[in-house]
Structures are given as C-alpha cells and as structure tokens.
Antibody, heavy 122, light 107 residues
C-alpha cells in the first residue's frame, strides 16, 4: 500500500522559515513525479509545486515562486518543501501528492498524504 | 490561470439517488480533468482522471464524462459513504487549478 506521511508543520512567525518533509513507502519512489498542494477553508485547494522523478524539472505557482523550494531525495524516498519568508496567508494544511507520471507537468495526481498543518502567526 | 467552476456548490440527496456534478473550465483543457473525493478530516482521494478513466479500486458507480470545457461526475445509487465534498482539477495547463468543491449532503 502506498503511503505518504508529511511532517514538519507547526506554528511559525511571519518572515521565518520552515521545512516540510514527506516520507514515501510502498512504491518505487523514483518512478514518479511529486507535488505539494495546500488547502485552506477560504481559498480551497491550491497547487504549489511539482518535481519530476529525477529532479530534472520543477515548477512553482506564482504565489510561492522565489520563496518556496521543492526537492527530493530518491535514496531516502523523501520529498521536501523549504518555505522561507512565510506570510500569514501561507497558513494552510500542506499535502504531499504522488503523480501518476514521471514528469510533474504530464500526469494526474494520484495518492495524497494526510497533510501537515502550517500556521504563520506572531 | 484557468478557472474551474463547479455546480452546484452544495447538493442534498437521498441514499439510492443518482447525482451529477458539473465542472466548467474557463478554457479548453481537452480531457486533462480529474475528480477527487474528500471526507471531513481526510485527504482528497482520486476517483477519476483523464475525464473518464476510473482510478484503480474506485467502484464503477462513479463515472466521468466531458471534454474541452464541460465535464460531469455522476454517482449512481448513493450510499452513506458517498456523502463528501467533490473537487475537479485541471492538469492541462500550469498552474494546475481546482474547482471550489461540491458538498454532497444527505437529505
């Protein structure tokens, strides 16, 4: 069974940084592209970033470009999201999502983790 | 960005009913359309991709159709476990975007 387990969320002050992790199991991790998606009651579901199977291609939503960095470690079956210059509007539940394809811009989303909550507040 | 508009935003139905949810894209997305189900406190679950392809393990009571800008998700013979919020998503054009959701409630 494929499992994605996010961690690293918490309460952080505006302007500070946070690094989210996603541990994958039950799949050949380096066969698939991965994504980060966040959810808030107000804005709903928002795609943030995608990374191809070998990290060769990466994409970001405009709302996080220049502030967030996606990366992966295939040897450790892990996906990461480094978040800097955090703002109150980044407060959300952050999901790690497995793609059905090798390239982040090709395939549909498939398996979602349970999410990790990030709260940006002073 | 492509806007995805779902209708209705909420829907009341009874066990055994058949319901249809509509999703409209602000521009042609071919068949790059997915549907997800989300229950309270849970992560979204993939139901359908490529507009009409059922994900492995998803019961055939769920079906999708459409192409271009207009899509539908149909759920037949509603059961208590089907009452949830449903989202559409386009993955044709970056950035990928989601509909606002349709909350399916028990009448």
């Amino acid at each position: 069974e494929v499992q994605l387990v996010e961690s690293g969320g918490g309460l952080v002050q505006p302007g500070r940084s946070l690094r989210l992790s996603c541990a994958a199991s039950g799949l050949t991790f380096d066969d698939y592209a991965m994504h980060w998606v966040r959810q808030t009651p107000g804005k709903g579901l928002e795609w943030l970033s995608g990374i191809s199977y070998n990290s060769g291609s990466i994409g970001y939503a405009d709302s996080v470009k220049g502030r967030f960095t996606i990366s992966r470690d295939n040897a450790k079956n892990s996906l990461f999201l480094q978040m800097t210059s955090l703002r109150a509007e980044d407060t959300a539940l952050y999901y790690c999502v497995k793609d059905m394809s090798t390239e982040w811009h090709d395939g549909p989303f498939h398996i979602w983790g349970q999410g990790t909550m990030v709260t940006v507040s002073s | 960005d492509i806007q995805m508009t779902q209708s209705p935003s909420s829907l009341s139905a009874s066990v055994g009913d058949r319901v249809t949810i509509t999703c409209r894209a602000s521009q042609d997305i071919s068949n790059y359309l997915a549907w997800f189900q989300q229950k309270p406190g849970k992560a979204p679950k993939s139901l359908i991709y490529a507009a009409s392809s059922l994900q492995s393990g998803v019961p055939s009571k769920f079906s999708g159709s459409g192409s271009g800008t207009d899509f539908t998700l149909t759920i037949s013979s509603l059961q208590p476990e089907d009452f949830a919020t449903y989202y559409c998503q386009q993955y044709n054009v970056y950035p990928y975007t989601f509909g606002q959701g349709t909350k399916l409630e028990i009448k």
